[in-house]
């Protein structure tokens, strides 16, 4: 049976680069790949329109039903290249909404859903400060912030990721009214590893889907410590979901350190993660404008990953009990996800920890030993409840 595969997202969050990365992995016999971009340019250049990257945006903006046109035609000849095509496993890419000035470009109209049929959504997300960094490397979009790095703001970047998940939603919720339905839509940080996002694409049934659960506030520097060889383990035999996969919550963390330590701060200092050397100096009034909508991000963001998993593994290496774990058990107990609990201290976690800690097939209070839990989600992943 043919599977259709929406990738979608915010502009210039990488994904197109992390597609092509990962799926040279994969023999090319498994899969068609659709960029829509080059239909889109195809149908152009048929129409006596030249559509480049560099003019799309305006073109698109400006030439509003013209676009249109064009990319639903694209979108057709997609359409008829999957029926025609023999492949199993067929993967769309295209950006979801973009609002540039007084305009906005639309990457699919719910009719270019009903037409394409998707059966999964993958949102594929980068952190805010990756996204910059990205836009400040790239001419074209550099030269449209006036070739200034203050002129490109958090604010900015997280309302084009709201925008673009909300489109999104607000389609997919149009194709279910309609009896079409999509399994699930995921929002997925490109700092999964490629292998994780092929189990996602190709292996979901032999390597269902889990949610990782770890202290996160306060530990952001042990995250790669401790978290990333546990994670490493649980990813030999399941598809592993991963909050920490961006790292908007160092933004947010940064911040607030910061200003506790100097309240008339002005300018606010971030140490990337991945790269000690590299700093950003961003306002603090941007932060503070952005940080409300980013931090009910970072919620819903992995809300949806919780719902979308078949059971969560909460790796507590820290032994003061995070409000943030304890809402993913709940909310993972609530849809009827198994859920496992490696807390490795004598004394007792919150009863709230621990009896949503109990909630699968083992029925054991915790686990003290990480292979030892490991070993038991790999025996009893045909028992969890959650189809």
């Known amino acids: 049976m043919k599977e259709v595969i929406l990738v979608t997202g915010p502009p210039l969050n990488g994904r197109d680069e992390y597609l092509e990365m990962a799926l040279e992995k994969v023999d090319e016999n498994e899969y068609s790949y659709y960029h829509v971009f080059d239909y889109i340019r195809e149908v152009g250049k048929e129409s ?15 030439h509003q039903d013209l676009m249109n046109e064009i990319r639903d035609r694209a979108f057709e000849r997609i359409r008829k290249e999957i029926e025609d095509s023999e492949k199993r496993v067929h993967i769309v890419s295209t950006p979801s909404l973009f609002r540039w ?33 990205r836009i ?31 489109h999104v939603k607000t389609l997919v919720h149009e194709l279910k009214r309609e009896g079409l339905e999509v399994r699930y839509v995921l929002q997925f940080g490109i700092r999964h590893p490629p292998e994780v ?99 009910r991000q970072l919620v819903e963001r992995d809300f949806n990953l919780v719902d979308v998993s078949k059971a969560i593994a909460v790796y507590h290496y820290a032994e ?23 807390y490795p201290f004598k004394r007792r976690p919150s009863p709230f920890m621990e009896f949503y800690g109990m909630q699968n097939p083992s029925r054991r209070t915790m686990f003290r030993d990480e292979d030892e839990m490991i070993r038991a989600m790999v ?8 189809g």
Not at 138 to 143: I, N, Q, R, S, V
């Open 48 to 62: 006596g329109v030249k559509i480049t990257r560099k003019n799309v945006l305006d073109f698109a903006i400006n």
């Open 320 to 342: 003061g009990v995070s409000a943030g774990v304890v809402s993913e058990m709940a909310e993972a107990y609530r849809t009827l996800a198994a859920i496992y609990l490696y």
């Open 197 to 295: 996002f092929l189990d996602l694409i190709f292996r979901e049934h032999e390597k269902p889907l889990v949610y990782l659960s770890y202290p996160m506030t306060g530990h952001e520097e042990e995250y790669y410590h401790r978290v990333r060889d546990f994670y490493n383990k649980l990813s030999e035999h399941f598809t592993v979901l991963d909050p920490g996969a961006l790292d908007d919550w160092w933004v947010v963390a940064e911040y607030d350190n910061q200003v506790a330590k100097n309240p008339n701060i002005k300018k606010i200092k971030i140490k990337h993660l991945l790269d000690g050397n590299e700093v950003d100096e961003l306002d603090r009034e941007d932060i503070e404008q952005a940080t409300e909508i980013l931090r």
């Open 101 to 133: 000035g007084s305009g906005s470009v639309i990457g699919f109209t719910a009719s270019n859903l009903k037409l394409l049929k998707p059966n999964r959504v993958i949102i594929l997300l980068d952190d805010v400060l990756s996204v910059r960094r």
């Open 136 to 166: 400040i490397g790239d001419p074209e979009w550099f030269e449209r912030f006036g070739e200034n790095p203050d002129n490109i703001k958090l604010t900015t970047l997280v309302m084009w990721r709201e925008d673009a998940i909300n």
């Open 379 to 386: 025996e009893e992943k045909d028992y969890w409840t959650k």
